[in-house]
């Protein structure tokens, strides 16, 4: 089940234990405290149950991770995907560093990193589609010029 779209910037950051606990809701696409104290357990933490329930909930508070409080015990879901908290993250950083621009950003995550043929691929199909999308934008609006010209 693919969490809700819901506009990341209503969102406040999380913490790197959230982030920690939100990673693992993200592995098991829903769980208990009990099982998510499983995999963390698995993983070399070894925190308390009552911890893990906190940042659950501050993670719910945010809007992070939805309940289910009809069975016994909490079953706790990811509201937000990977993907959406790395686009906002992304989006923040772009602002915070960038002054708003993406280049810059692009350019430091790409540069002296290793890439397969697949993901070059992908890579070149991305700013293709961009490409696209701007001359129609382009094109789109020269001709909005003309029309009241």
Known sequence: MRPRRREMRERPAISKTELEVLKVLWTLDSGTVRDIEAVLRGRGRSWAYNTIL???????????????????????????????????????LKEKVCEGTA?????????????????????????????????EAEGKKKKETEERS
Do not use: C, N, W
């Not at 906190?54 to 909490?74: E, I």
């Not at 397969?116 to 490409?131: C, F, G, N, R, S």
């Open 54 to 92: 906190t940042l659950l909930q501050r993670l719910q508070s945010k809007g992070y991770v939805r309940s289910d409080k009809r069975a016994l015990a909490h079953v706790f879901r990811p509201a937000v995907s990977r993907e959406d908290l790395l686009r906002q993250s992304l989006r923040s």
């Open 103 to 135: 280049a810059p950003l692009v350019r430091a995550m790409v540069e002296g990193q290793r890439f397969t043929a697949e993901e070059i691929a992908e890579l070149k199909d991305l700013v293709e589609k961009l490409d696209r999308k701007r001359s």
